[in-house]
């Protein structure tokens, strides 16, 4: 039996994000919300783990104005239980505080876990920090970017993607372990299993709730602006032979390609 | 009165529009140029539970009513599949799920509904015949009481699927015209398994829906158990009036959706298409049509989730049924022309799937049921103006 804890994080469906034409701010409040894509394939992982040893897959979920419907989707796809910790002053919450109210989170509600199972980072911030620093707060081993795990007695097995090669490391549970898209496809939540998340706990907390009083930020965010983006529209006409042979020059220019 | 949707419904909705992301437009336009049936979305839709939505969960169902079917259809219609995702959907969801589970006897239900649950079994109906469409009272196809079942004799045309499904829900005559005590005395409903000698399909090449094919069949001798018979004999009508509602109900939603579909990817374009320095959405000749299309999609779509409503409280909705599908069929039809207009010369190209959805979305104004045939009903029946034919 494996008991895993996933994080989920809520964040905006960045395909449909657009800037303000004037501010080039991001606007976050007319883009839908969803589940952080990654946090997804954690909990698919975390899913999987179950099937082949049995256990219980709690979902933890902690930000400003968190939306219930999310939260119910990840029990849909299969999660036992949920924690939501949804809390305005949550809004500008960078890695380290997010982990910090996770580890309360996790240490005052999750009776017993083996696994910490995260996404490497989140859609809309890629900032790659939460998973490593919750793991730093509770004293625990983490391995990020782990692309195919394997459960051992009292043992993970994680394949580390490292860019061009593969590192294959064990660590001892308990253990926090962060992942990408590469490792598995997330299920769609079933018409049954919709039903049955009707049904499934999910405990809504307040920060006082698990003894936060406190949030502290290592990063400070002083503004988030799009960049604007012109085309050159350059036109090179001539033979193909000539085309072609100017088209290289440039683009050994522009330095997008190199020798 | 609430017009809040329910949790599940709007999980049920998230999770189709993500399933159908598996579903590219160059899916649904090959299957559509090639008249394939799309075995793949089949087969996905069977994995996910969207072909049990309708069927009672004793059966492998999830017993849920047409308006969760609605919100399926309009939403995989909506997300590119068009009127073949929908309409595969509504064979499965209304003809087995609605009609077989609510009119078919025990056995037919255990033998049936868990093969259809599951996509073991495909399904279609047969009502259409070359001498009687809009006037079911004329059909000459004759089911006669042999061997302890029914023979079948007799012609039906446009069957959709009739070639791949197992078998078919068939409305027959079981006493002829001139002996029947009533107008709608004399009409029998029954399910006829395809794989025997006395079924036999030919294909018929449309212009609408060509992933799926409708079909002639002949029947000849083809028998038919007791237990296949829906409702009783003779007393079919009360029963297809269930089917119909459902039917009516189906259309709109898949309507709405190839609707909005068409619609999106006119927006789209009118905004980002420069013309004269300017997108030509910006004009309001391009604007305000699409908004009037907008408008009428939502209007047609309260109608038909109230009819979904209505049919799931056990009452009945024939009128709303069938106003939703007149409206929803035109309010569609209107964004699909709009949208070629929007796209301008690029409406025509096949590449940009507009014209295959124009193509699909006028099946509606003439099948199942034909404009004429609901102004017809709503004009005698909530107008009570006198009776044309
Ligand atoms: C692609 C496709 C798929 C189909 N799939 C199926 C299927 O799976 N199963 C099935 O059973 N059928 C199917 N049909 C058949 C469809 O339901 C019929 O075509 C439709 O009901 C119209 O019947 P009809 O063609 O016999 O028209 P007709 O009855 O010949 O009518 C022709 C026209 O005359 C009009 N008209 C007739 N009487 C009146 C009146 N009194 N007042 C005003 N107008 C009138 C009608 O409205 C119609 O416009 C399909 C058709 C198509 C095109």
Not at chain 1, 150 to 171: C, D, I, N, Q, T
Not at chain 2, 45 to 67: D, H
Request: a neutral charge; one cysteine or more; proline letters at 4%.
């Amino acid at each position: 039996m494996v008991d895993c804890v996933v994080c989920v994080k809520q964040t905006v469906d960045v395909n449909q994000l657009r800037p303000n034409p004037e501010t080039l701010e991001p606007e976050y409040s007319k883009a839908p919300a969803k589940i952080s894509d990654f946090d997804l394939n954690a909990l698919e992982e975390a899913l999987r783990i179950r099937e082949r040893h049995g256990g219980k897959v709690y979902v933890v979920c902690v930000g400003s104005n968190v939306q219930q419907l999310l939260i119910r989707e990840a029990l849909a796809m299969g999660a036992d239980e949920a924690y939501v910790v949804s809390d305005p002053a949550l809004s500008s919450a960078d890695g380290l505080a997010t982990a910090g109210v996770l580890a309360s989170l996790i240490k005052s509600k999750i009776p017993s876990w083996d696994l910490i199972l995260c996404g490497e980072a989140s859609v809309d911030e890629g900032a790659y920090q939460t998973g490593p620093r919750l793991a730093e707060i509770l004293n625990i081993p983490h391995v990020s970017y782990v692309t195919k795990l394997e459960l051992e007695e009292g043992y993970v097995k994680a394949w580390k993607g490292m860019g061009g090669s593969v590192h294959v490391v064990r660590a001892k549970t308990p253990v926090l372990v962060t992942v990408g898209l590469e490792i598995n496809t997330p299920r769609l939540p079933s018409l049954l299993m919709i039903r049955a998340a009707g049904k499934k706990p999910l405990n809504e907390l307040k920060l006082q709730d698990i003894g936060v009083t406190s949030l502290e930020n290592a990063v400070e965010t002083r503004r988030v602006k799009a960049v604007k983006v012109e085309r050159k529209k350059q036109v090179i006409e001539g033979e193909p032979e000539e085309v072609a042979q100017k088209l290289v020059e440039i683009l050994l220019q522009e330095g997008l390609v190199k020798k | 009165m609430n017009f809040d949707e329910n949790e599940d419904v709007i999980l049920l909705r998230r999770s189709i529009s993500e399933f159908m992301k598996r579903f590219t437009e160059e899916y649904w336009r090959r299957c559509d140029e090639n008249r394939e049936f799309p075995q793949e979305y089949w087969e996905a839709a069977a994995q996910s539970g969207l072909l049990a939505i309708t069927i009672p969960e004793e059966y492998g169902g999830a017993g849920l009513g047409m308006y969760e079917a609605a919100t399926a259809m309009m939403e995989v219609a909506r997300c590119g599949g068009g009127l073949a995702a929908g309409d595969l959907l509504m064979r499965t969801l209304v003809f087995g799920g609605v009609m077989i589970n609510r009119h078919g006897t025990k056995e037919a239900k255990e033998k049936y509904l868990p093969k259809l649950a599951s996509g073991r079994a495909i399904c279609s109906f047969a009502h259409t015949e070359p001498n009687a469409g809009v006037n079911t009272f004329d059909i000459q196809t004759r089911a006669e009481k042999r061997n302890g079942g029914y023979v079948v004799n007799g012609q039906k045309i446009w069957i959709t699927l009739a070639h791949k499904a197992d078998f078919i829900v068939t409305v027959v005559r079981t006493t002829p015209k001139e002996k029947a005590k009533s107008k709608t005395h004399g009409i029998s409903v029954m399910i006829i398994d395809t794989k025997q000698e006395g079924v036999k399909t030919f294909k018929i090449h449309g212009m609408a829906m060509r992933a799926l094919t409708s079909n002639t069949v002949y029947f000849e001798d083809a028998f038919v158990p007791e237990e296949n018979v829906i409702g009783e004999i003779d007393r079919g009508w009360t029963c297809l009036t269930t089917l119909f509602n459902a039917e009516r109900i189906s259309t709109s939603s898949i309507s709405l959706g190839c609707g909005e579909y068409v619609l999106n990817k006119a927006v789209d374009y009118a905004k980002n298409r420069i013309i004269f320095g300017r997108p030509i959405g910006s004009n309001q000749a391009i604007q305000f049509p699409l908004a009037e299309a907008k408008a009428e999609l939502e209007v047609a779509k309260l109608m038909t989730l109230k009819a979904a409503w209505l049919f799931d409280q056990g009452r009945d909705c024939a009128i709303e049924a069938n106003i939703a599908a007149l409206q929803a069929g035109r309010a569609a039809m209107k964004a699909a022309d709009r949208a070629i207009q929007t796209y301008g010369g690029m409406g025509f190209a096949l590449d940009n799937d507009i014209e295959r959805f124009y193509r699909d979305i006028r099946l509606f104004k003439t099948a199942p049921v034909p404009e004429e045939m609901v102004l017809n009903l709503i004009a005698t029946k909530l107008l009570q103006l006198p009776r044309s034919f």
